[in-house]
Structures are given as structure tokens and as C-alpha cells.
């Protein structure tokens, strides 16, 4: 098997309708991508799956999804007003612009983290290494300036009476600035989590190798409130829950690894990433952080608000401590692509490009395939009972061959073909995407194998 390429990634989810660049007929827009109809549905089944093993799965964690534009006291409380900005050089031949931090860690093959470095020891590194310019080749920086990272925009419908609000740069203020609603109106007992998906816009400069950093993203993420003294083992605890969750989506494990923060917030007890090894190498994929109580005392001492919680046994007041459990949907999908493709040699000389998908996050569960048009009246019939229960392809376009090879690379696990043995004794023939073995069964039992085999 050929090694992945980023390269190969993008060329397949252009090519299948998986991914394009956004606003691709004006000349697309730098850092954004617009997600395709077989795009959108693996990303919404990653999304499902998440979903389903942090909130549907656990009676103690609680969805919301909250507004996107908040009160701007919110990011006041937060520190993103006063310290939201990424350190820029600008190469001075070219005039592009590029994280200084990036810089150091893609010229080092990250074996040095600048995350603990100071603006001053990065400048420092890039002059005694004569770090280049990755577009120009050129030695020509600028300090380092920081680039505030939040999206600013107004309220109001008269010039000189609008109010800035910003886009928020994360969700999980929406998780605090509801804590005490949830709490209520759902009778949480500590301890409990506030989960939810949804969009965050940052105004990142630097292009960042396809969907892996975009201007805007989607983030899946959880905020644990728990007592200070139980902390620590639920930290540790949805480390476990989030490796668990990326091998059970498929992902080899020799592609995982922890990696503790070198630098942590002033509040923070602990933090780690889970890194995964993209094809441009090893890289954040989520995030663990153990934050304490700041982000609540923070709301309560800006809102004037009290955000203590009343424990009904002890009668104890406390403001709870915060575990966080945050994975980028954009990110995890570029990993998952990354993880699920394959080139594979056949025998006769023969090859194939086939995305090795969990059938839970498939685009299409299964691929209705008549062997001639002419005998299309069941396999419609097939695709009408089947796409009641969830998405279906169908194809009658080309040779069945050429067929089989269009559903492996967008990554079907099932495709079944309708022949002219199924006219006379009700059978189909079910081709398995990652063994390519083909079995017989009757047409009234296609629905409840494909059931059992997709879920997660």
C-alpha cells in the first residue's frame, strides 16, 4: 500500500463529491471548503456517533445549543477581548504570513514544541536556524505581531449607534453562561456535563493543510462539572473515553498518542491532547483540560451573578471544577479519511482506492445496483424500502465492476446487485466493500443484515 497523501485526500473528495474549495468559481476563499453531498453525510455521522456515545449514552450529561453571537461581557469574562491573538511574521519577499510557532515546529519535523516559548525565544529560534519562508524559500521576517483571532461584526441599524458583538471563537461559553439553567430545569446533580455541536469562526491567517485549521469549524465538546477533589480521576477518565472513542471508530492505535501541554494556564491543573499521525504528521487531534473553577468564578464575578452550586445533601455552596473534552467534527473528519484510505493491489494487475470506513459513519449504508436497466423495477422497489431506514445509493450507470469501484471510494460497506436470478427466486447478491466477498441471500432478509452490521 502506497503511503497517504494530503494530496491524494483532496484529490478524492474533489473527485467524489466528498469535499470542494469554497466559493471555488469566484477563485475560492482561503481557508474555507464547502462539504459535498457524500461529504456531508460523514461528517454528519461522525457527528451522530459522537453524540450518541457522550450524551444519549450517559443520563448525566445534558445537550444545548447555544447562539452563536453572545453578550460581549461574555468574551470580557473570558479574556478573548484582551488576549486572543495569534504571534504573525510576515516574509517580507513574498508578503505572506505565517504563525511563528508553525514555523518552528514544521522546520523542526515537531520535535520542538514553541508552545512554551515566549515571542522573544521564538524570534531567537528562527534567526539561529534561519528558519525560510515556506512559500518563497527566502530568509526575510518581520517581528513577531500578534493578529487578534476573533471575527468582529455589529448590532444595531444605525450608523454611529451599533454595538460590536463578535463571532464566538469557541463554544464552550455557551456551556458555562448555561450552567445554572441546565441545572435547574433539568435537576442536574453534580456531577454533570453540558455537551454540545456547533460552529466557531476564527480569523486564522495561516493556511492550514486542507480542513485540518479553517476560518470556520465545527466543534463537538463537553464541559464535566464536578467537584475539585473527584476532578482528577474524571480528567484521567475522559482521556480513556476520548482514545476509546477514535479506536472504536476504527483508528489504529499506533496512530494515537497522548501529549501533555508543556505550558499550562495560570488555572489549569492538567491538559493533554491526543495527537494522530496525519499525513503531514503527527498533529492535535482533541483535547483534555482540567480548568478548574476560573471559567465559572469568572462569569459570577462579571455577570454579578452567583454560579454556586447548592449540594442537597450537604448543603454545601461551591463553585463546581471544570473537566473539558473538545474534538474539532473538521479535524476528526480529515482523520478519519486519512485513516480509512486505502490503495490496494488486485489480483490480474488490477488496483482500487477504497475508503475503509466504520459503517456507522459510511455516507451510503448500502449501494442498490441493478445489473441492467432493464430489470430496474425491484431494485427501485428495494431502494424505496431501504432509504426509510437510512441512506441508500443507487447506480445503474456503467459496468457492475466500474460500479463496485465508484462505492469503495467513497467508502459504502455494502452494495447489492440485482441480477436476473432475483426475478425468478427473490435472491440478491451482497458484496462486502472491505473483503469484496460475495454472498446470496433473499431479497426479504437484505434489511436486517445491513442493520446489524452498521451499528455503533
Not at 448525566?60 to 461581557?73: E, H, Q
Not at 476564527?202 to 465545527?218: H, M, S
Not at 482514545?243 to 499506533?254: I, T
Request: charged share 25%; glycine share 6%; hydrophobic share 35%.
Amino acid at each position: 500500500m502506497s503511503k497517504v497523501t494530503m494530496d491524494k485526500i483532496v484529490n478524492l473528495c474533489k473527485n467524489r463529491g466528498i469535499i470542494f474549495q469554497g466559493s471555488e468559481i469566484y477563485g475560492g476563499m482561503g481557508n474555507t471548503w464547502d462539504y459535498g453531498p457524500v461529504g456531508v453525510e460523514i461528517k454528519n455521522n461522525i457527528k451522530r456517533a459522537w453524540w450518541k456515545r457522550f450524551v444519549q449514552e450517559d443520563p448525566s450529561t445534558y445537550g444545548v445549543d447555544a447562539a452563536i453571537l453572545m453578550n460581549p461581557r461574555v468574551w470580557d469574562a473570558s479574556g478573548h477581548t484582551q488576549n486572543f491573538a495569534d504571534p504573525k511574521m510576515d516574509c517580507k519577499s513574498c508578503k505572506q504570513r505565517f504563525r511563528a510557532d508553525n514555523l518552528i515546529e514544521d522546520h523542526s519535523k515537531g520535535t520542538v514544541s514553541a508552545e512554551a516559548m515566549t515571542n522573544e525565544e521564538m524570534e531567537s529560534y528562527i534567526n539561529e536556524h534561519q528558519v525560510k519562508c515556506p512559500h518563497c524559500g527566502n530568509f526575510s521576517w518581520t517581528p513577531i505581531r500578534q493578529f487578534k483571532l476573533m471575527f468582529e461584526t455589529s448590532r444595531g441599524t444605525l450608523d454611529g449607534e451599533k454595538d460590536v458583538v463578535y463571532l464566538r471563537p469557541e463554544t464552550c461559553q455557551g456551556e458555562y453562561v448555561n450552567f445554572l439553567n441546565i441545572q435547574r430545569s433539568m435537576r442536574a446533580k453534580v456531577p454533570f456535563a453540558i455537551a454540545q455541536i456547533g460552529k466557531s469562526f476564527r480569523n486564522e491567517i495561516t493556511p492550514g493543510n486542507f480542513i485540518f485549521r479553517t476560518i470556520e469549524f465545527e466543534q463537538m465538546e463537553l464541559q464535566k462539572f464536578c467537584r475539585d477533589t473527584e476532578s482528577m480521576n474524571i480528567y484521567e477518565d475522559y482521556k480513556e473515553k476520548a482514545k476509546q472513542f477514535l479506536l472504536d471508530l476504527g483508528f489504529s492505535a499506533d496512530n494515537l498518542k497522548f501529549h501533555d501541554h508543556d505550558k499550562l494556564a495560570f488555572y489549569a491543573k492538567a491538559a493533554c491532547d491526543i495527537f494522530y499521525n496525519f499525513p503531514m504528521g503527527w498533529s492535535e487531534l482533541n483535547g483534555i483540560h482540567h480548568r478548574s473553577t476560573h471559567d465559572l468564578s469568572r462569569h459570577q464575578e462579571f455577570s454579578g451573578k452567583s454560579m454556586q452550586y447548592l449540594d442537597p445533601i450537604t448543603n454545601e455552596k461551591y463553585i463546581p471544577t471544570v473537566i473539558e473534552y473538545s474534538i474539532g467534527a473538521d479535524r476528526l473528519m480529515l482523520a478519519v479519511l486519512s485513516e480509512a484510505y486505502n490503495e490496494e493491489e488486485l489480483e490480474g494487475g488490477d488496483s482500487r482506492v477504497v475508503l475503509k470506513l466504520h459503517p456507522a459513519i459510511a455516507p451510503y449504508k448500502v449501494a442498490i445496483l441493478p445489473l441492467q436497466k432493464n430489470i430496474n423495477e425491484k431494485a427501485i422497489e428495494l431502494y424505496n424500502q431501504l432509504s426509510k431506514k437510512f441512506m441508500c445509493m443507487y447506480d445503474e450507470a456503467g459496468s457492475i465492476g466500474k460500479r463496485y469501484r465508484r462505492q469503495d471510494e467513497i467508502g459504502v460497506p455494502f452494495s447489492v446487485t440485482i441480477d436476473f436470478d432475483t426475478l425468478e427466486d427473490n435472491t440478491v447478491t451482497i458484496r462486502d466493500r472491505d473483503t469484496m466477498e460475495q454472498i446470496r441471500i433473499p431479497l426479504t432478509d437484505v434489511e436486517k443484515y445491513i442493520e446489524e452490521r452498521i451499528q455503533f
